[in-house]
């Protein structure tokens, strides 16, 4: 409720995070639903997660998002985790609950939400190829393999770490993993997740043109100014669609809001709001 009292404090804690978009998404949710809170940055190098952590709840703060690279130590930090967070070995939502710190991990459902609720793509059945083996697709797999696709492919520079989260997630879905070399490709993917952060430097990984269709739906989990190089990419060998994980970063923070202070924003303004301003003037 808007009120006069001090505000509950909210950040985000990452190394670096002056990058950050949450405490502008935060602050347009708070606006929306009046809610008296602050929401600030907190650059914490590896060695100092912890203690932060400890510090910024002793002193009274009541949620924390942790990005990048902290969501893995972070669910060893929580002393209670949620099962969805269980599964990912990640948490990127922590809050405090009788004087205990409490961790999720809501990347997972927001990108679920943004692929099916705002970008209307219905997942059951589908064949899925997620290229990464990293923390960003172990974040996502759990919650991807819940929502009934036919199958899905993990394919990594590495094959090792692709074939070991394939061995891994094994019980909770039809699944399998491969390098790059090995992808299948005698006909196109419903969906082709991009969960390296090889956008990040500028490189496509090598996956075979044959992978994506006209019908496939290319999703970077990477964003930037207007397109990244994948969905770049994507378009020009002709992708059905290509989107950049603007939405699942509004709705991931979105679904931490709604742990935090029990109620749902609505992400649609937000999503404009960073639009307007991600755009490269025409
Ligand atoms: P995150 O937590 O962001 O997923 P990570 O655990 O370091 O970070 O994983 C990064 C992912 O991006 C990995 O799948 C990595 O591939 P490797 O396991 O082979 O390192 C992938 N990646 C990073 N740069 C890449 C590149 N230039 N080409 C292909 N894959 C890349």
Redesign the pocket.
């Known amino acids: 409720m808007s009120d006069t009292t001090t505000p509950d404090r909210y950040a985000v804690i990452g190394h670096p995070v002056s990058q950050s978009w949450s405490p502008f998404i935060h602050g347009m949710f708070a606006k929306q639903t009046n809610q008296n809170i602050s929401y600030s940055r907190i650059d914490a190098p590896p060695e100092e997660f912890e203690r932060q952590v400890a510090a910024f709840f002793q002193t009274g703060g009541k949620g924390l998002n942790v990005t990048?690279?902290h969501?893995?130590v972070a669910a060893l930090v929580a002393r209670y985790r949620t099962p969805r967070a269980e599964i990912a070995g990640?948490v990127n939502t922590l809050m405090i609950k009788d004087d205990a710190i409490h961790g999720d991990n809501t990347d997972g459902a927001g990108l679920i939400t943004d692929l099916t609720g705002n970008l209307g793509f219905a997942l059951e059945n589908t064949r899925i190829l997620i290229?990464?083996?990293?923390?960003?697709?172990?974040?996502v797999l759990g919650p991807l393999l819940a929502a009934g696709p036919e199958y899905v492919e993990i394919t990594?520079?590495?094959e090792n770490?692709a074939l070991e989260l394939a061995k891994e997630f094994a019980a909770l879905g039809e699944l399998r993993g491969c390098g790059?070399a090995d992808i299948t490709a005698d006909r196109s993917f419903d969906l082709v997740l991009n969960?390296?952060?090889?956008s990040?430097?500028d490189?496509v990984?090598p996956i075979p043109r044959s992978a994506i269709g006209p019908a496939t739906l290319c999703y970077d989990m990477a964003y930037g100014k207007g397109d990244t190089i994948f969905t770049h990419w994507a378009k020009t060998i002709g992708a059905g669609r290509a989107e950049c994980g603007w939405g699942m970063l509004v709705e991931q923070a979105a679904e931490s809001f709604y742990l935090w202070r029990g109620v749902r924003p609505d992400t649609k303004p937000v999503l404009e709001a960073i639009r307007d301003q991600r755009l490269p003037p025409k």
Request: charged share 15%.
């Open positions: 990048v690279p969501k893995q990640a290229i990464g083996a990293g923390g960003a697709a172990r974040g990594n520079r590495n770490r790059f969960a390296t952060s090889a990040l430097q490189f990984p």
